[in-house]
C-alpha cells in the first residue's frame, strides 16, 4: 500500500462521480460524448471487452474469450463475492452505485476501508469495473 493507492482510490471515486453527472445530463448528445470519453482509458476498454484488471493484471475467470460480455460480468461478479464475501461486496456495489457529488470523498473511503479492510480495498477497481459493464449492457439492452 503505498501513496499511489490512495490516487487510484481518488481516480475512481472521480470516475464514479463524473459517470453520475454525466448521466445526469440534460443535453443528451453531450452526455453520450462525455460518457465515450469515460471509456477511452485501458481499463475501462479491457474491462468492456470482458478482460477486468486488478492491480493491472488480468483476473482470471472461469470464462473463454468467445463468450458473451454478460456471461463475463456475471463471471467477475460471482468471483467478487467469493473474495470478498456476498455481504460486503453488495455493500460496496451498492455505495459505488449510490455515489453523488455531494458525498464527502473521505468518509466514502473510511466507509469502503470499514467494510472492506485495507488489504481487499484494490476490488473497488474491479466493482467499479463491473458496474461500468453492466451500465454498459444494461443501455444497449
Known sequence: DGPGD??????????MQDILVSNGGADPSQEEDEEDEL???DKHAAAL?????????????PVRDSDSLALKV???????EQKLGTTPFLKVYRRLEALSL????????????????????????LIHQLIVCEENLNSTA
Do not use: T
Open 74 to 80: 456475471e463471471a467477475l461478479r460471482m468471483y467478487l
Open 102 to 125: 455531494d458525498d464527502d470523498e473521505a468518509e466514502v473511503s473510511r466507509e469502503f476501508l470499514a467494510v472492506l479492510g485495507s488489504d481487499n480495498l484494490p476490488y473497488l477497481q
Open 6 to 15: 490512495d490516487l487510484d482510490f481518488a481516480a475512481m471515486v472521480k470516475d
Open 49 to 61: 471487452a470482458g478482460r477486468f484488471l486488478l492491480n493491472g493484471a488480468e483476473v482470471p475467470l
Open 39 to 41: 471509456y477511452m482509458d
